[in-house]
């Protein structure tokens, strides 16, 4: 048998900014955060510059663009604002998200079929100026054929739901999940997934062979209050390679 693909791992720093925000000034900080996450083995790392700039600010965004040596994940809301500052500063990845001003994090999935027609030329401009686009969906379908029809070539598949759910639900969950990855590979799509992800949970995620990439943030940095950031995303980074390897082999 052939050995599993590598699965990558996106660390997310905005709530380290929510936490240097929630007194003021400039610490701790975000950039510092990125720096562990990258001596720690994370491949990328992940930023949502939010409307109301609730964590991530745009200073972080340019000191990001700056020091980073591995990829930079932006995720945006589908407005002209944030479409401009992407094409600003050209990260390496663009990942569209949902937002709503009263949510405290992001819920559900981007509804790409119903926003089709504001969606696909946000998604050519980012394309042409060579940023890799993504969309957050949910596992259906109907989302991911309407990836393929608005021309992104990744899609970052939900995970909360399974990691809220428990018991037989969560296995449909799961089920959904791993039938959506299956999809994309038929679809030529590229498919990470992620949010609300722990080590408690993860593995069953990270054996979905068909999965190239996950994005955890608020665990990781929940979990380096205890232990520390570097030693928590090794841990994640350890727990996600067994789960590779172990599905693999079954």
């Known amino acids: 048998m052939s050995a599993p693909s590598r699965l990558r791992l996106g660390v ?12 003021g000034g400039h610490l701790p900080d975000p950039l510092r955060a990125a720096r562990l996450a990258e001596a720690a083995g994370a491949d990328g790392i992940t930023a949502h510059l939010r409307e109301d700039r609730r964590h991530i600010i745009d200073e972080d965004i340019a000191g990001l663009m700056r020091d ?10 589908a ?17 569209i998200v949902p937002e709503k001003r009263e949510e405290r994090t992001t819920e559900g999935g981007l509804d790409a079929a119903g926003q089709h027609n504001h969606l696909k030329p946000m998604v050519a401009k980012l ?6 686009v993504s969309l957050f969906i949910e596992a259906d379908p ?3 054929e309407a990836a393929v029809a608005l021309g992104a070539p990744v899609v970052e598949l939900h995970t909360g739901r399974y990691c809220e759910l428990d018991g037989a639900a969560k296995q449909a969950e799961l089920r959904r999940l791993q039938n959506a990855a299956a999809l994309c590979a038929r679809l030529e799509l590229e498919c990470h997934a992620g949010h609300g992800l722990s080590y408690a949970d993860v593995g069953p995620v990270a054996a979905i062979p068909e999965v190239r990439e996950l994005n955890i943030g608020h665990f990781l940095i929940g979990e380096a209050i205890f232990a520390g950031l570097e030693p928590a995303i090794r841990e994640m980074r350890r727990v996600m390679d067994a789960a590779r390897a172990a599905g693999a082999a079954a």
């Open 68 to 77: 980073l040596k591995v990829p930079l994940n932006f995720e945006m809301a």
């Open 12 to 23: 997310n720093v905005d709530h380290v900014a929510t936490v240097r925000n929630a007194r």
């Open 127 to 132: 394309r042409d100026a060579g940023i890799r």
């Open 79 to 95: 407005t002209q604002e944030m479409l401009d500052i992407a094409l600003r500063h050209r990260p390496h990845a663009a990942c």
């Open 142 to 144: 109907r989302q991911l």
